[in-house]
């Protein structure tokens, strides 16, 4: 897409490195080597990823890249669950095919001298039953099927809420009078997708999600029609929105009342 190996170190300490309080530049000593806590940070992901190199790991399973066929979810999950300490790893797939494998860690201490624990998946794989584990650069067979609808990297359309009345407005926020707000849906710069509506950027701030001028975009998951954030299939509120309300959503489903996020195409 144009865009060079330091381009993605950047977003990714951008994404990832910036929430985590022990790599703040105020938890080192005025003497410390100047960024020695951005390189503190993926001295440490280099590291995990080196004892989980997902592709060798599927591959001594018999698990290898191809578009002849399918993979039983299940198989590629006991696989990598083998070496992650026998803990369980979610899969997010789009259409179908396997896009990307989440490890889970409890941290003891610091991220530059801490313990990484692995933890049990805090969420269900978003993958179908069988899924297209397909070699890079190539296309995900027609056939394919992810369950969630289709999907599009690119237009205009709802975001509506499963099993629920009304949808999302240009801030973010869910109400059921009324139009729905139209949302653009673009290819993120490093997989996945944005949206932006007519008030500005999408993300998810301070926990909930929102769409204003300020805002820098955030990195969304499509799995057909559903849009993920952070791994969550799912999201939630407090409450059913009544009469003028609006309400916020959140990714995961610690509140009240659960769904799915669908873009429909417009």
Known sequence: MGKSDEDLWLHEFNKHGTCMSTVNPSCYAATAEKYRYVGDFFNRVVELQEQLPTYDILAQAGIVPTTAKKYKT????????????????????????LQEVWYYFKLKGAVATGSFVYENSDSSSSCPDELYYVPKGQATPSDSSSGGGT???????????????GCIISSGNWYTSGTCATFQLAAAEYGGVTLTSSKGPCNVVSGVFSCKSGNTLGQFTQDGANILYGGQTQWSADNVPSGQEQVTIAPGSAKSVTFKLQFESI
């Open 74 to 97: 299940a198989d590629l999950e006991a696989a990598l669950s083998k070496h992650a300490n026998g803990k369980t790893v979610r899969l997010g797939c789009t259409d179908g095919a």
């Open 151 to 165: 999907s599009t990297t690119s237009g205009k359309g709802y975001l509506k809420l499963s099993g629920q009345k």
